[in-house]
């Protein structure tokens, strides 16, 4: 089948580049020898996450346990699930899926503690736990200090579950121009700091996950890490590469679609809105809903659900009822989470298509 | 089952208030002797535009020929596709869709307008057009005037299509209380224009539709308008809410949360994001992401794909890690459209599971 055959809107992935990102993420993790976890819910296609478990990934990282369902498919020896899990509900299809694979769970509180430690006992099961660290994003996770110190010993403290070290995500480092180097070097001292915390007191730290898409490459500075999860290097997006994390060259996820309308001068409508790339705005806070490719300098202005808005004064060209354009997505996680399959091709052939197993799985 | 049986983040629908919305428009088109033709891209499910077909709906409006395909289980007597269908293979599964029903598109080109008809031509189908016409939202539309005129004949000359009437959405009117009342009065004068210019041609002007939610109950009041397809009414959000066009009382859908963190001050996480809520903002542009129920004067003011932040300043209360959130959404067609399914509770009851059927489906 070729691209043109497909009809729109779609999400077409473009696998030289998708597996030139692949590579260049498992080399950069083997050459200073960090632990690759990738976070599938980027992709949330099991076949995807097999191809980065043949390339060295040595587990996966999911977010919710629906998605840990999907991703034993891929058959991987490790998930971690980064959120916590609250819940009997939730508890026992975990103690399920801790029946086929070694499941770790990042905790920041001593009552998701306490329930994971009660399932993990009544499922005769045995749960890793990592410590949630806030190192500046204001999310999620203890302060690093003394909380990290008492949380490792109430961990040891409950049956069936096992310390096995510290998870932090540095979502507050956006772009690497802008002091981001200060930043990470302070993010750096509190890990170190943690890390030393830990030990001085006979903990074993095992694991020290954390990184993120705009300091991927820079992981190897941080004092001790020595595990990575990236999600967004599969395919990148716009947002990556407004962010200075990559290039346009490095982007492999694309929506095509369709000129459904021009009645309004110096405006194109296209057949896709906030039900097909989500409503993320651009890393600057712009609303601006993609980048369009054919015509850069057009202005993905404004969204309803199935009508995108391109304000096409900047084009340069015009544009007619029924020809196609390419919009590289703002957000790229969230903008597959919104197809039911997608689309691999290469040069101008469709070489897979792929559902989205894992999309929607909120629970 | 309780509600309290079910896990988070699910989107859960009163019952009661869902069937007090349904019946006030109902009997307000009634009243009104306007047709109702409901647009079930709020609902997406089948089973819901059956109640809607047995309250008095003439028929049903989708965005997509795969919203078509599904509600087909809901067995209309007509569908409207109120966009433009364009390319060949939409185009042919709306012939099969033809087959089982009476088909409308709302079109605004001579290119769509061109294609539909070679399409049914060759299928063998009858299908119905209506023009659509821009009232003053500038997204799609012809302008009212000589080009209304030009493609009405345009309709005539092509085989296999019919010309049907106008359709319109006044988009542009957000709040009824902001200068509506001129700006309606305005798009009756250029409705009441375009249908006289018609008449006077010796056009047949069978259906005028048009409305949205704001001026929903202010229908009555556009000339010659006979047809609405409002889509929101069913549940309200806090949108509609907030512009001024329900009240708290009919907001029928809520998406119920689970407090998974509460490790920065000020500050709790909940187990849904952009995810779960979609981006959408506050109809004013705010960063706010929905209504907590539980604490009014809290603010959604952040969001991740899987996190939720609120912030509980003003919330005059304090939560704690497995604690249950009810947020209504902003925009709760988009919000339904996460969604795997949905819950229809009557008091603390869960009565009805729904499965989203026409989710995702955009093509």
Chains 1, 2 share one sequence.
């Not at 302060?143 to 008492?150: Q, T, V």
């Not at 409503?279 to 712009?286: L, M, P, T, V, Y």
């Not at 354009?325 to 290469?346: D, K, S, T, W």
Request: hydrophobic share 40%; proline share 4%; charged share 25%.
């Amino acid at each position: 089948m070729l691209i043109s055959d497909l009809d729109t809107p779609a999400l077409v992935i473009d696998m030289d580049v998708m597996e030139r990102n692949l590579t260049r993420v498992s080399d950069y993790a083997r050459e200073h020898q960090l632990r690759l976890r990738p976070h599938t819910k980027t992709h949330k296609i099991p076949a995807l996450a097999r191809k980065q478990l043949h390339l060295g990934a040595a587990g996966l990282t999911v977010a919710k346990v629906g998605e840990a369902e999907v991703m034993l498919d891929a058959e991987p020896d490790d998930i971690l699930v980064a959120f916590p899990v609250i819940g009997p509900a939730k508890l026992q299809r975990l103690m399920t899926v801790a029946e086929l694979t070694r499941i770790t769970v990042a905790l920041d509180s001593k009552e998701a503690l306490a329930e994971l430690s009660e399932a993990a006992s009544q499922f005769g099961r045995s749960i890793g736990v990592l410590i949630e660290m806030d190192v500046g994003l204001g999310r999620v996770g203890l302060e690093p200090g003394p909380a990290i110190l008492e949380f490792a010993r109430a961990i040891e403290a409950c049956p069936c579950v096992t310390f096995e070290g510290l998870t932090f995500y540095p979502g507050h480092i956006r772009h690497m121009d802008h002091g981001a180097t200060a930043a990470l070097q302070a993010v750096s001292e509190l890990v170190n700091g943690a890390v030393q915390l830990l030990e001085t007191n006979g903990f074993e730290v095992r694991v020290v996950s954390g990184g993120s898409t705009p300091t991927l490459f820079h992981s190897h500075e941080v004092t001790r890490l020595n595990e990575i999860r990236p999600g967004t290097y599969i395919f990148n997006d716009r947002n990556t590469k407004d962010l200075g994390a990559c290039s346009l060259e490095d982007c492999a996820a694309t929506i095509m679609a369709t000129v459904v309308s021009t009645t309004v001068r110096d405006q194109i409508i296209i057949d896709g809105g906030s039900k097909t790339f989500s409503s993320d705005r651009a890393a600057s806070g712009e609303a601006s809903f993609g980048l369009v490719l054919d015509a850069p300098d057009a202005h993905f202005a404004k969204m309803n659900e199935e009508h995108g808005f391109i304000d096409i004064r900047g084009a340069g060209r015009s544009f007619k009822v029924g020809e196609r354009v390419h919009v590289l997505p703002n957000h790229v996680c969230v903008a597959m989470n919104l197809h039911e399959q997608v689309y691999g091709i290469r040069g101008n052939q469709v070489e897979q298509v792929w559902r989205v197993d894992a999309r929607g799985k909120l629970q």
